[in-house]
Structure formats: structure tokens, C-alpha cells
């Protein structure tokens, strides 16, 4: 099981970037998946979730901005972010567990995570 992110970078405030998570060793339908993301000096912090039954989780620090998506035939996970501010400025990680998650923002739901990839947002 590999959870393989990629998308991340350095953009300006107001700026957009989409995060994909590639996943190998298993389908990704009926996973639990989801975004979280870790800034320096704080807890990783559930950021967007897409459950077994495709409901979704937004942070309400993200509502309205990010977009989680799926491509079950990709097997590939993908954060839409819009209208980015620095406080989103994380390393993103990429989550999944197969299955339903009962608390979904609450990290210690997964078992398996990404290496992470760097989100910079400049003022």
C-alpha cells in the first residue's frame, strides 16, 4: 500500500494549486480518504475527508475554498485548493483507511499516509 502525493508548491496569496494523491496496492473505492496537513510547530490537522459513502468533511478554515475529489479508474485522490492564504501554508499529507471513518477529521483514524508534499502560500 503506497500513497504517493504530488501538486504542492509555492504560489502567492489568492492563488490556487491541485493536489493529487496517487494510491497503489488497492482500489480506492470503499476507502476512507482524505487531506490533512501539518504546519510548523502544530498538530497535523484534518483539512477535507471523502468517506466510504462519498460524504464529505471540510475544516471550516477550508469551507468554500477546497474541493476533495476521487477518480476511482486513477485510483487517485485530489485537493482542489482556490483562493489560498498564507495560514494554508503546510505540508499536506494524503490519508486512507479502508473503512467507514466514525470521526473522520480525527488523525489516528488512518493507518496508512503519504510522504507529504510542501504547500507554500506568500503574502
Known amino acids: 500500500v503506497r500513497l504517493l502525493e504530488s501538486g504542492g508548491g509555492s504560489v502567492q496569496s489568492g492563488g490556487s494549486l491541485r493536489l493529487s494523491c496517487v494510491v497503489s496496492g488497492y482500489t480506492i473505492r470503499g476507502y476512507c480518504m482524505g487531506w490533512f496537513r501539518q504546519a510548523p510547530g502544530k498538530e497535523r490537522e484534518g483539512v477535507a475527508i471523502?468517506?466510504?459513502?462519498?460524504?464529505?468533511t471540510y475544516a471550516d478554515s477550508v469551507k468554500g475554498r477546497f474541493t476533495i475529489s476521487k477518480d476511482n479508474d486513477k485510483n487517485t485522490l485530489y485537493l482542489e485548493m482556490n483562493s489560498l492564504t498564507p495560514e494554508d501554508t503546510a505540508m499536506y499529507y494524503c490519508a486512507a483507511e479502508p473503512i467507514r471513518c466514525d470521526d473522520p477529521m480525527d488523525r489516528a483514524e488512518y493507518n496508512h499516509w503519504g510522504q507529504g508534499t510542501q504547500v507554500t502560500v506568500s503574502s
Open positions: 471523502l468517506n466510504t459513502d462519498d460524504w464529505t
